[in-house]
């Protein structure tokens, strides 16, 4: 039986000066839905870039990528946009917020493109503000919230579009430890309500501790796939993640498409 998720030989390689880099190199796997999956690997080893293949933000040199029956490699840049908009939740290290905008504004942006009616939007980012604990926070900017709470805001901007799986990029990086303890918790949980989960991490242990399944990575390839112990919320003695770059450097916002129709989060449609 096909996984929900697929790849085969997929390769992404580019041009720097006289040299190939081989950021993904022929990785082949499957991951099912409703799976919490760590990918791990020093800078450099292409974890992120995976990650963006993964999540239609790049395409592949060469392979195939195939999630639900669709070969996102086949996909014209609009289906790509269609793809990311109904599927696709992303949470960045950086946050990646407006900086004029309220969080509550900030929510909202997910939904502007896809149809959604204004009084919806508002009515469904502010609901989602307020399951992460940021009700009393709606009309503040980014620079008046704390680094937790952006975090949470950018959460909650990848999170009311319903997606059927969130992509997640060194989401506590920029975070002190009860800020990190407090959004892995927030990944455990969204992935026990039956959310796929894909986490770039380069901590391994924090990735044995919450992952169901950690993939290690090295130079491009997928060295390793073993499974985890199941993650329960809130470990005692999780570590703080220190900041990392991204192996791909800054990722692009994610391009507008329909709306998602599922009625729950980590439900597709």
């Not at 000066?17 to 800078?43: N, Q, T, W």
């Not at 009309?139 to 009311?160: F, I, K, N, T, Y």
């Not at 992935?191 to 919450?210: K, Q, S, Y």
Request: hydrophobic share 35%.
């Amino acid at each position: 039986m096909t996984a929900w998720m697929t790849t085969a030989d997929l390769c992404r390689y580019y041009k720097r000066a006289r040299h190939e880099v081989r950021a993904v190199d022929r990785v082949s796997l499957g991951i099912e839905r409703g799976e919490f999956v760590a990918v791990v690997g020093a800078s450099g080893s292409g974890k992120s870039t995976l990650l963006n293949l993964l999540a239609g933000l790049d395409r592949p040199t060469g392979g195939h990528i195939e999630v639900g029956g669709e070969r996102l490699d086949r996909l014209s840049r609009r289906e790509l946009s269609r793809y990311r908009a109904r599927k696709v939740g992303m949470v960045f290290q950086s946050f990646n917020l407006l900086p004029h905008h309220t969080a509550l504004k900030n929510v909202e942006t997910a939904l502007f493109f896809d149809g959604t009616p204004r009084g919806e939007r508002r009515g469904r980012a502010h609901e989602m503000l307020v399951r992460l604990g940021l009700g009393d926070r709606l009309g503040h900017r980014p620079g008046d919230l704390s680094g937790g709470e952006q975090q949470r805001v950018a959460m909650a901007r990848a999170l009311v579009k319903r997606p059927e799986v969130l992509f997640a990029d060194e989401p506590t990086g920029n975070l002190d430890e009860e800020n990190a303890r407090a959004i892995i918790d927030l990944l455990i949980e969204l992935n026990g309500e039956g959310l796929t989960v894909i986490m770039v991490t380069h901590d391994v242990d924090m990735a044995a501790r919450v992952a169901k399944r950690t993939l290690r990575m090295h130079y491009g390839q997928v060295v390793g796939d073993s499974p985890s112990p199941a993650a329960t919320p809130g470990p005692p003695d999780l570590p703080p993640a220190a900041p990392e770059r991204s192996d791909s450097g800054p990722s692009a916002p994610e391009p507008p498409g329909p709306r998602s129709s599922a009625p729950d989060i980590g439900r597709g449609p």
